[in-house]
């Protein structure tokens, strides 16, 4: 039988273990916010490596998706605190990593290509784990509003996170700032510590192997026709979009704004605040028609938006 856990039925602020998944969730998003503001300042500013920027957002791009769906088997296999916890202190591990290779004045492109591949590699069993352990962990009349709750926290941590790295970097050497990052990690890794799992009657699925796991997933997302056509749109949308702006935003402060750490850090918030504002745009006004054609037409937009950007010297038409 399955073991539901006592805090489960309790009030949602009054669940501990959902209190602590939060404030790992907090953690977690500041933290990655920081490391990849500081490790893409210190690209362009103190290598010098504008133009290899691009491969080390690669380096931390591709483990991350050809890995996510492997993290969602492996989270319906595994405990999700546990998963949650080891790719917390794996990853405090390679921040301390690159302190030492700091200290030894060695933290070159190649060192920073294989921290960003093992880095997005952990990444992409947390998340799943992380989603997968709040419907554990929440009584079922609360989930909607947890859910909700730890998708505000994750753009809320996306917007503050950068401004507060570009803080640090103000005061601190990048070692400092990376070793900060790290000791939040590990302070995530306690809030794991405390939780309490509750145990799941693992169903006959969850005995099936990886690949048969992967293969069923994959048929699921293709044949209902509305999932495949989103993919389908979403998929060139990814890439056209997410790369650009990851790239060419920080290119663009140091050449054409010739702005400092603080300056990335508004341009990083602004787009967050703005995906924090259309989510509750949509939350207070739900589309109920022809939404295809909508999210066509905004990806269209947005588009129009990112080559109207390279127009402007002011920053804050920038962050508009």
Same mark, same amino acid.
């Given at each position: 039988?399955?073991?539901?856990?006592?805090?489960?039925?309790?009030?949602?602020?009054?669940?501990?273990?959902?209190?602590?998944?939060?404030?790992?969730?907090?953690?977690?998003?500041?933290?990655?916010?920081?490391?990849?503001?500081?490790?893409?300042?210190?690209? $362009?500013?103190?290598?010098?490596?504008?133009?290899?920027?691009?491969?080390?957002?690669?380096?931390?791009?591709?483990?991350?998706?050809?890995?996510?769906?492997?993290?969602?088997?492996?989270?319906?296999?595994?405990?999700?605190?546990?998963?949650?916890?080891?790719?917390?202190?794996?990853?405090?591990?390679? /921040?301390?990593?690159?302190?030492?290779?700091?200290? !030894?004045?060695?933290?070159? $492109?190649?060192?920073?290509?294989?921290?960003?591949?093992?880095? !997005?590699?952990?990444?992409?069993?947390?998340?799943?784990?992380?989603?997968?352990?709040?419907?554990?962990?929440?009584?079922?009349?609360?989930?909607?509003?947890?859910?909700?709750?730890?998708?505000?926290?994750?753009?809320?941590?996306?917007?503050?996170?950068?401004?507060?790295?570009?803080?640090?970097?103000?005061?601190?050497?990048?070692?400092?700032?990376?070793?900060?990052?790290?000791?939040?990690?590990?302070?995530?890794?306690?809030?794991?510590?405390?939780?309490?799992?509750? /145990?799941?009657?693992?169903?006959?699925?969850?005995?099936?192997?990886?690949?048969?796991?992967?293969?069923?997933?994959?048929?699921?997302?293709?044949?209902?026709?509305?999932?495949?056509? $989103?993919?389908?749109?979403?998929?060139?949308?990814?890439?056209?979009?997410?790369?650009?702006?990851?790239?060419?935003?920080?290119?663009?402060?140091?050449?054409?704004?010739?702005?400092?750490?603080?300056?990335?850090?508004?341009?990083?918030?602004?787009?967050?605040?703005?995906?924090?504002?259309?989510? $509750?745009?949509?939350?207070?006004?739900?589309?109920?028609?022809?939404?295809?054609?909508?999210?066509?037409?905004?990806?269209?937009?947005? !588009?129009?938006?990112?080559?109207?950007?390279?127009?402007?010297?002011?920053?804050?038409?920038?962050?508009?």
């Amino acid at each position: 039988m399955p073991y539901a856990s006592p805090s489960a039925h309790a009030p949602l602020f009054a669940n501990r273990n959902f209190l602590l998944l939060w404030l790992t969730s907090i953690i977690c998003n500041a933290a990655l916010a920081i490391a990849m503001m500081a490790e893409t300042w210190y690209v $362009i500013t103190v290598l010098g490596a504008k133009e290899q920027l691009g491969w080390v957002m690669l380096a931390a791009s591709v483990p991350r998706l050809a890995l996510m769906a492997i993290g969602g088997v492996v989270a319906d296999k595994q405990s999700r605190r546990r998963i949650i916890l080891y790719s917390l202190l794996a990853r405090s591990g390679l /921040l301390l990593g690159l302190v030492a290779l700091l200290q !030894g004045g060695v933290l070159v $492109i190649g060192a920073l290509l294989a921290f960003a591949a093992l880095y !997005g590699a952990m990444d992409a069993f947390f998340w799943p784990a992380r989603d997968s352990l709040a419907p554990s962990i929440v009584a079922h009349a609360d989930l909607s509003r947890a859910n909700a709750i730890m998708l505000s926290t994750n753009q809320v941590g996306m917007v503050l996170g950068p401004v507060l790295g570009a803080a640090l970097l103000a005061f601190m050497s990048y070692g400092q700032v990376f070793a900060i990052t790290a000791g939040l990690l590990v302070l995530g890794a306690l809030c794991m510590v405390l939780m309490k799992e509750p /145990l799941i009657q693992r169903t006959q699925a969850a005995a099936r192997s990886l690949w048969t796991e992967l293969q069923t997933g994959a048929q699921y997302a293709v044949r209902p026709p509305v999932l495949a056509a $989103i993919m389908l749109i979403y998929t060139p949308a990814n890439l056209l979009f997410v790369g650009p702006l990851g790239l060419c935003v920080p290119v663009f402060v140091s050449d054409t704004l010739h702005g400092q750490a603080s300056t990335l850090a508004w341009l990083q918030s602004s787009f967050a605040a703005g995906m924090v504002l259309g989510g $509750i745009v949509l939350s207070i006004w739900p589309p109920r028609r022809r939404r295809l054609l909508m999210i066509t037409g905004m990806i269209t937009l947005e !588009g129009l938006l990112l080559a109207l950007l390279p127009t402007t010297s002011q920053v804050w038409s920038a962050c508009a």
